[in-house]
């Protein structure tokens, strides 16, 4: 023992393959003790190009690279992408369309939340809840391939409308889904507030304050379990949600049981949604035309995805295939935020702390340069890359 | 000479080495399955009826697995502490009665055996820990430490419940003790609080969840464990199957009377002990099963704390009232 004055710092690497992670991200802590004191996290180990292959296919096609970014939120990547298009090329939707759209989103919603809250279960080590919760969340898998044909692509926003239309048996397939689902989800609510072991491990663990959480510019439940009230279907409804009347679900506490709080309550609001627009369904047609051509134009489309704020960029030349697409997702924006969260806490914390945020990895990997001594970043560009590419495996090749 | 023939039998083949063995695999294979239908799971299904054999074949598959050393590892230890650790689990089990055959008490019976199965239990924990040590991986070393924190939380509980049960019989013979309390209504009922006390110590013990700290696959990889493979990991399971069977055998034999009880009719005594020590060891395995279904996982020092706080006090309570009630001359 060297005294206290001396710290015993060690780093421990979390990924990029590691138990706790369902995808690949390099979180490098600096231990001291059994306390977490830094953490530096590297994404983009799987830098797919998406952003660039749009660029090299028109609008149609591009609806179904935007829908392979992410498997679990992958109608809202539709709809996002579609929806801009449709600000692009001037066109609004039947309003129709836009309840169908509402209704796959809000079942999107509650199966990718069902599945975070197993897979948090799992990563407090509470094995049963996790199988239990997944069970269920398989009514609303069966429910969404009832209505789509899809359990997990679901194809069904397109570029001037929805491709399916949801027929009076599959609405009251629905509802009746709806309301075992609800009475499903009280048990686990009950689990969560009040089982013993579970309330130790989340109960102020991973707290994060609403004025940090703000100025990190968190999104989604993870903004909303601080108790900042900011949900871009409130704020700025696209869609239906204008019409249907909704509560934008928050908890005050910050920590990882707010979390999940959060998510249980956007769950019920997700059934409500669900229930009225089945109810408020106008009939009428579930398609426009759309030009191929757009002229030059720039948009912004957002939607809240079940991680939080979904933001695509796009900007048109006059041809079939976009000029740019940019594409911002939650996981990105939350990633500051839960390096935050991580600080101060213990190593058994890490992994319910990372996946409070529902860590979705694979849309978040970038491509830029950034060189810290000397202050300068840089892209590359096609060519450039292409470049590399050719001296890379020539090496290998040697 | 024919007594003898029976003590050989008796150490290799029934109750010994190959009954132990087949017993080991039969209760990971009733954890597993049960663990499994609690969580609407089929558990092992394919190998042998309703996957029997799986845990079996999972034995012999990690045998059969590349064995790989680290370059950096402490060799001596990482190929001592299964081995080990394997042999302490088969040797303490040779002192819990479990079908006794011919002196009609376990097979190595002393009047103290009590005491040198406490202490293996504890060198069993020490070996985990040195296997983690001796790893030299950050992830073993974590799960080295939380292991040795753990023993500091659940072992003086449990030694002073499994002491409770000798101090209530007057004995320390661990086949005696079992004799006394399946003869003695008032002692087992008196033990109860005890045997729930030793039930929450020894899934600590067996690291099983809310528990399995020092393991736990989301926070650091397999724990102590990390770095072993093929037939070290193999041992090492086999080894953890063994303690669970201690762990049952052991609790079955001083709270609930172990292979002695209510004469069956019609049948040889032996056979009533096979049935008797098969029907209270599984229920034991059953439950330890259903808690690790209960829980999530504590944290360490939630454990540690929650073991002196809680368990240490209710088990020297539970001391105390076997004490109360001897002096009282209640139990005979």
């Not at chain 1, 830094?38 to 180990?45: I, S």
């Not at chain 2, 005890?194 to 013990?205: N, T």
């Not at chain 2, 309570?317 to 001897?326: N, P, R, W």
């Amino acid at each position: 023992m060297s005294g206290e004055s001396e710290k015993a710092v060690f780093e421990v690497p979390v990924g990029p393959q590691h138990p706790a992670l369902k995808e690949p991200i390099l979180l490098l802590f600096k231990i001291e003790g059994d306390i977490i004191d830094d953490v530096m996290a590297r994404p983009a180990y799987t830098h797919r190009g998406i952003e660039k292959a749009t660029e090299a296919r028109n609008y149609i096609q591009n609806i179904y690279l935007c829908e392979r970014v992410c498997g679990i939120c992958s109608g809202i990547h539709t709809l996002v992408y579609t929806q801009g298009v449709e600000r692009l090329a001037g066109v609004e939707p039947p309003p129709r369309a836009k309840y169908i759209r509402v209704i796959f989103l809000e079942l999107e919603r509650i199966h990718s939340h069902a599945l975070w809250l197993g897979v948090a279960a799992h990563e407090l080590g509470f094995d049963t809840l996790f199988y239990y919760v997944w069970r269920d969340r398989e009514l609303v898998m069966d429910l969404l391939e009832l209505v789509t044909g899809n359990r997990v692509n679901y194809a069904m926003s397109t570029v001037g409308g929805a491709r399916r239309d949801i027929s009076d048996e599959a609405a009251h397939q629905i509802k009746k889904g709806m309301e075992i689902f609800r009475r499903r989800l009280d048990v686990y609510t009950g689990v969560v507030e009040k089982d013993p072991t579970v309330r130790k491990r989340v109960v102020d663990v991973g707290k994060l304050s609403p004025h940090k959480a703000v100025e990190l510019c968190a999104v989604g439940p993870t903004l909303r379990a601080t108790g900042v009230k900011r949900d871009v279907r409130a704020d700025d409804p696209y869609q239906a949600y204008d019409e249907i009347p909704f509560n934008v679900a928050t908890y005050p506490t910050g920590d990882v049981l707010a979390q999940i709080m959060v998510r249980v309550m956007e769950m019920y609001e997700a059934a409500n949604i669900i229930d009225y627009a089945l109810d408020h369904m106008p009939k009428g047609p579930i398609r426009t035309k759309v030009p191929w051509n757009i002229a030059p134009n720039e948009v912004i489309s957002r939607g809240e995805a079940p991680r939080g704020e979904l933001f695509y960029y796009f900007k048109s030349n006059g041809t079939e295939k976009p000029e740019r697409v940019k594409i911002r997702t939650p996981t990105l924006a939350n990633l500051p935020a839960v390096c935050e969260m991580l600080k101060g806490y213990h190593i058994a914390e890490i992994p319910i702390v990372f996946a409070s945020i529902d860590p979705c990895l694979s849309c978040t990997g970038r491509f830029a340069f950034i060189d810290e001594r000397h202050d300068r970043s840089w892209v590359w560009t096609g060519e450039q890359l292409r470049a590399y590419r050719r001296r890379y495996y020539k090496w290998q090749n040697r | 000479m024919m007594r003898e023939a029976l003590g050989v039998v008796e150490l290799l083949v029934f109750p010994g080495f190959l009954f132990l063995s087949w017993l080991a695999l039969y209760f990971e294979w009733v954890d597993r399955k049960f663990y499994a239908k609690l969580q609407y799971r089929y558990g092992p299904l394919y190998t042998g009826p309703k996957g029997f054999l799986q845990p079996f074949a999972d034995f012999v598959k990690l045998l059969a697995k590349e064995d790989i050393v680290p370059a950096a590892v402490d060799r001596f230890l990482f190929t001592l502490t299964p081995i080990l650790m394997l042999a302490l689990a088969f040797y303490a089990l040779f002192y819990v009665p479990i079908v006794p055959m011919v002196r009609n008490v376990a097979f190595g019976a002393f009047e103290g055996d009590l005491i040198l199965v406490i202490f293996v239990l504890t060198m069993v924990g020490f070996l985990k820990f040195l296997a983690g040590w001796g790893s030299t991986n950050r992830f073993s070393a974590v799960g080295a430490v939380r292991t040795a924190f753990q023993l500091l939380g659940y072992e003086i509980p449990l030694a002073v419940v499994l002491l409770t049960a000798g101090m209530g019989a007057g004995t320390l013979n661990i086949s005696l003790i079992a004799q006394k309390v399946a003869s003695n209504g008032i002692l087992a009922s008196a033990l109860l609080p005890a045997l729930a006390i030793s039930i929450v110590c020894f899934q600590a013990e067996l690291e099983r969840i809310p528990f399995d700290i020092p393991e736990a696959e989301q926070e650091i990889v397999a724990g102590w464990l990390t770095e072993f493979s093929g037939r070290r990991l193999a041992l090492f399971r086999f080894a953890t199957d063994l303690e669970l069977t201690l762990a049952a055998a052991l609790t079955a034999a001083l709270f609930l009377g172990g292979p002695y009880g209510p004469a069956i009719p019609l049948i040889p005594v032996q056979v009533s002990y096979f049935l008797w020590f098969m029907f209270k060891t599984t229920v034991i395995v059953m439950v330890l099963a259903n808690i690790r279904a209960l829980f999530a996982r504590l944290r360490i020092d939630q454990m540690v704390h929650f073991s002196w706080r809680h368990l240490l006090i209710a088990a020297v309570a539970e001391a105390i009232f076997i004490q109360v009630l001897l002096a009282a001359g209640v139990i005979a």
